[in-house]
C-alpha cells in the first residue's frame, strides 16, 4: 500500500506555514514578509525540481536528494519564517515582541548549515577518492560553519544602519554564534549517534588501523 514518508510530510507541512504566511502578509500588507515567504517557497520547492529534472546529480549538490536533510532544512525555513511574523497575527517575534527569538533561529540555522556542509565535504570525498578521516571532516566542517556565521554576523552589524529597530550588541552577536554551534553539535550528535539524516562515510589515511564506517 503507498505511503507518505514522514520527510515528506514534514516538507508538506512546512510549504503550508509558509503559505499561510504569505496570505497573511498580503492581508496586513506587509510588503517585507510577502518576499521574504515568496522565497521561502521557492526554496522549499528546489528540492522537487532538482530530483525530477536532474536524476544524476554531482556530489556536491546530494543534499538537495536527502530527504532527511532537506525536512530538517524546511522545518528551519518555517519556523524561521513564522517568528518574524507569526501566521495570522501581526506579532514579528523576531525583531520585536520577543527579540530572543532569533536564538531558535540561530540554532536550526547552524544544525542546517552543519549537516549540508558536513554532507557536500564527505560526498565529495567520496567521489574523488579523497582518504578523509573523522577529525578532519569536522575539523573543515566546523571552520566553514564558523566562517559562514561569523559573516552573517558581519552583514547584519553593517545592515543595522538601515533599520532602526535592529541594534544588536557584541554580546549578542557571540550568542548567536554560540547557538549556531550549539545547533551545529546537536546535528553532529544526530549523525553519529543515530545515523541520521545520513551515516558517516569516510576514506581513512592509509596509516590508520581500521576502517571507518
Known amino acids: ?42 526554496g522549499l520547492s528546489i528540492p522537487d525540481i532538482a530530483q ?15 530527504q532527511g536533510t532537506m525536512a530538517i532544512l524546511s522545518i528551519f525555513i518555517a519556523v524561521h519564517v513564522s517568528l518574524v511574523n507569526v501566521p495570522l497575527t501581526t506579532i514579528d517575534l523576531f525583531h520585536r515582541e520577543w527579540r530572543n527569538a532569533d536564538m531558535i533561529s540561530h540554532f536550526l540555522g547552524g ?25 578532519m571532516l569536522l575539523l573543515y566542517s566546523f571552520l566553514i560553519l564558523l566562517l ?3 559573516g552573517w554576523e558581519i552583514a547584519e552589524k553593517i545592515s543595522e544602519g538601515g533599520i532602526s529597530f535592529i541594534q544588536e550588541s557584541i554580546a549578542n552577536k557571540l550568542r ?14 544526530m549523525v553519529e549517534k543515530k545515523g541520521y539524516p545520513f551515516k558517516f562515510k569516510l576514506r581513512l589515511p592509509l596509516h590508520a588501523n581500521k576502517i571507518e564506517k
Open 111 to 135: 544544525m542546517t548549515v552543519w549537516l549540508i556542509t558536513t554532507e557536500i565535504l564527505m560526498n565529495m570525498a567520496e567521489e574523488y577518492r579523497v582518504k578523509l578521516s573523522r577529525k
Open 148 to 150: 559562514l556565521s561569523t
Open 176 to 189: 548567536d554564534l554560540l547557538m549556531n554551534f550549539l545547533g551545529a553539535l546537536t546535528g553532529l550528535y
Open 52 to 66: 525530477r529534472k536532474f536524476p544524476n546529480p554531482p556530489k556536491i549538490l546530494s543534499p538537495l536528494y536527502n
Open 1 to 42: 500500500m503507498w505511503s507518505i514518508r514522514p520527510e515528506e510530510k514534514i516538507m508538506s507541512l512546512s510549504k503550508g506555514i509558509v503559505l499561510v504566511g504569505l496570505v497573511t502578509a498580503l492581508y496586513y500588507e506587509r510588503n517585507d514578509h510577502i518576499w521574504r515567504t515568496l522565497a521561502a517557497l521557492m
